[in-house]
């Protein structure tokens, strides 16, 4: 099923090969997708764009992804979107930080581009699921 055409996803990385083999991915399975390199552009892309998605690098220059998005989910207009933090960091306080800041899901670099895909579906399918 396709209920996900058009659906706005923000990619947010300091690395452009990254958010390019992520973007090419999600267009392929007909999201639109936004880019963002810190996380100051980040919030205002969201603020902006209202993505359904986040995907979040955590080491960001200025900002961390664990501080974007504990703001992306105390904000009451944004609290709703998905945020996935996508990091190398990989240690069990790492972990717990997540979880802390209210991620939807925590993945750990390096990541097949299909499964992170299939996850945002997921995620979204769910969401739409428990709004219906």
Do not use: W
């Not at 998605?53 to 998005?69: K, N, R, Y």
Request: with cysteine; net charge negative.
């Amino acid at each position: 099923m396709n209920d996900h055409k058009g659906k706005k996803i923000l990619l947010v990385d300091d690395e452009p090969g990254i958010r390019k083999i992520l973007r090419l991915f999600l267009e392929l399975d007909g999201f639109e997708v936004y880019e963002a390199v810190t996380a100051n552009q980040a919030i205002s892309v969201i603020k902006e764009e209202k993505p359904e998605l986040v995907i979040l690098d955590v080491i960001l220059c200025g900002q961390t992804g664990f501080e974007a998005c504990e703001a992306i989910k105390r904000d009451t207009e944004t609290k709703e979107t998905i945020v996935f933090l996508f990091t190398a960091l990989n240690q069990e306080h790492d972990f717990r930080e997540g979880e802390r800041v209210g991620c939807d899901l925590y993945l750990t670099k390096p990541q097949n581009p299909k499964e992170i895909v299939s996850k945002v579906k997921e995620f979204l399918n769910n969401k739409q699921t428990s709004n219906t």
